[in-house]
């Protein structure tokens, strides 16, 4: 595929295409247009709490802000990587995985896709808005600011991509604004780069892997669909600009909420950072009434924004897997479906209230099954260079090497590498503490997602070899 176009980019239109190829007639948009889906999305108080996080694991803050540097930096890349894959095929992230996995070995990556993002990120971040909603027009209550931030995001999705492209640039430009205020006033709070006396003088490894998986699972999430937010762009669209500005605008704008989250708590937790109730309004309470109404009212916004790309991906993810459901509005309907399922996981964590743990666990399992998925797709896509991507993808193999690469890799690095608080894994245990030479004791750090990409690469190079469908 060599066309161009500036085809229509109608916002109001319902979008019937779900996962077949967008034609030369409907492409559209420029690569900088990346930059502000990406970045819009994390300007929202989820990404801000996983700052936090650095805090909860024990680590100061210099460590901590070292540590989202780190694991957004790592997303970042890859991030960009698979972005530049959308215009030439015209495909979403999940259809092209088939590439590496094959027919039937694509329903695993594409179904936890669907749970993670359109279920399991939808039902976050959809907590997350509530509790600021709520905060903002407390007549409303909780169960009418959660029925708004559903409507409003699933409505959003329903629509489909143009209507989605449209909502994230402009939201992203307001925003840019009230985020670089708020960045002022938290860099600027009194101790807010202060470190505690006394602490250990060992670094502490745990906590900053811990934090680094933390901001790479939110990060490397976005990941699994990051093409289809860009097939619909002229296939000759450069792919150095499009790189550039889907990674940048993914890592510009993780690093810095979260770096106000590190900060923040730094000052706002007084030692007892799991003992927060309401992270969002302790936040929130930072700021002057009339500013923290703004800043409730960006922390909705940015939440929609995440979920309605979190919804509508979903639903790409579900139709990825094979599904003939047999009408023209099939991916319209898989968004109404999935808000359903999304929006009573929601209820259930607006009435359960404990946002710190469940956050905590859920980002890092995100980074462990995403981590050993991007090593797959990135090798295959290596290895297979020069080849059509998109008559692969939609004519794929029954080839196995990728399906048992991602489940070895991720089972393995699971059951031996985890270290959260409801399972630690055995060589996780048996290598928690090295004492060296000098006698210090070193922590050493949770590797699950690590050891997952290595092992998942190291198996597909391996089990290509044996396996000749995986070539073709």
Known sequence: MTQSTSGSAKATSI????????????????????????????????TVFVGALAIGFGLNVWQGLLAVLVGNALAGITHGILSTWGPEAGLPQMVLSRNAFGKLGNLIPAGLSTLVAGIGWFAVNTVSGTFALQALLPGIGVYGALAVIILLQVGVAFVGHNLIQKWERFASYGLAIVWLIVVVVIFTLPGAF?????????????GFTLTAGAAYGYTAGWTAFASDYTRYLPANTSKKALGWFAG??????????MA???????????????????PTSTFTAVFNPVFGAIVLLAIVIGSVS???????SGAMSF??????????????????????????????????????????????????????????????????????????????????????????????????????????????????????????????????????????????????????????
């Open 248 to 257: 940048l605008g993914n890592f510009t704008s993780t690093t810095l909420i």
């Open 319 to 472: 139709l990825a897997m094979g599904f003939k459901l047999g009408f023209k509005t099939r991916r319209a309907i898989m968004v109404l479906v999935a808000g359903v399922v999304g929006g009573t996981l929601s209820y259930v964590g607006v009435v359960n209230g404990d946002v710190a743990h469940s956050l905590d666990g859920f980002l890092l399992v995100v980074s462990y099954w995403v981590s050993p998925w991007i090593a797959v797709v990135l090798t295959e896509r290596i290895l297979s260079k020069g080849k059509d991507a998109q008559a692969r993808a939609l004519a794929p193999k029954n080839s196995w090497a990728g399906a048992a690469s991602f489940v070895i890799a991720t089972v393995f690095s699971i059951w031996g590498f985890a270290s959260q608080v409801q399972y630690t894994g055995p060589i996780a245990i048996a290598i928690h503490h090295i004492t060296l030479d000098n006698g210090a004791i070193v922590d050493v750090p949770d590797l699950t997602a690590l050891v997952g990409f290595v092992v998942a690469a190291v198996l597909f190079v391996a089990f290509r070899s044996v396996d000749n469908k995986a070539k073709n």
């Open 306 to 312: 995440a979920n309605i790309l979190n919804i509508y």
């Open 194 to 206: 202060n470190v505690a006396a006394g602490g250990s003088a060992d670094f502490p490894w745990a």
């Open 260 to 278: 106000v989250g590190v900060i923040a708590f730094n000052v706002l937790s007084k030692g007892n950072f799991w003992g927060i109730a309401n």
């Open 15 to 46: 979008e019937v295409n779900d996962v077949s190829p967008i034609s030369a007639g409907e492409r559209h948009g420029k690569a900088w247009h990346l930059f502000t889906v990406w970045s819009s999305p994390n300007l929202e108080f989820a």
